[in-house]
């Protein structure tokens, strides 16, 4: 495990507020989930090599995607963590951003030094790095 974590990859899970997740119409705690983990979720998609507007986009779908499959969604450490849930969604969504991309786009995108030489789905972190197991398959 790398030692240079960002700040937001080390959110605590309230699982409470998961649990309050459950109920769509819970605005105050689906307002709280967004301020809580928007963050991470854009981190995640700007380190993958997406633009600024492409990850606002992530973010948005990936919110919308988690209140999808929060009623399938059981807190059972043996499945994963939660926010290995979120992360495989994460990725999922990047990967979409980047298909939606035209073809010669990646070039354009100002891509930096370091991730010029990184293809992108290696750049994508993995979630079925210790966070996901049953929840990959969507």
């Given amino acids: 495990m790398a030692l240079d974590k960002n ?13 309050r997740l459950k109920d769509l119409g819970d605005q105050q705690s ?6 809580t983990y928007a963050r ?12 600024e507007a492409e990850a606002e986009d992530v973010v948005q779908e990936t919110i ?4 999808q499959k929060m009623a399938q969604f059981k807190a059972e450490p043996q499945a994963g963590s ?5 992360l495989a969604i994460t990725r999922r969504r990047i ?10 786009a990646e070039s354009q995108a100002g891509r930096s030094d370091e991730t010029a030489r990184t293809s992108i789905l ?3 972190a993995d979630p ?4 996901c197991r049953s929840w990959l398959v969507e």
């Fill in 64 to 67: 919308i995607s988690v209140s």
């Fill in 128 to 131: 079925a790095s210790g966070y």
């Fill in 122 to 124: 290696e750049r994508i």
């Fill in 30 to 35: 689906w307002r709280e989930f967004f301020d």
């Fill in 40 to 51: 991470l979720i854009r981190g995640v998609a700007i380190k993958s090599g997406l633009t």
């Fill in 7 to 19: 700040p937001d990859e080390l959110i605590p899970t309230r699982w409470s507020l998961v649990a």
């Fill in 82 to 86: 939660f926010k290995g849930f979120l």
């Fill in 95 to 104: 990967v979409d951003q980047f298909r939606k991309r035209p073809p010669h």
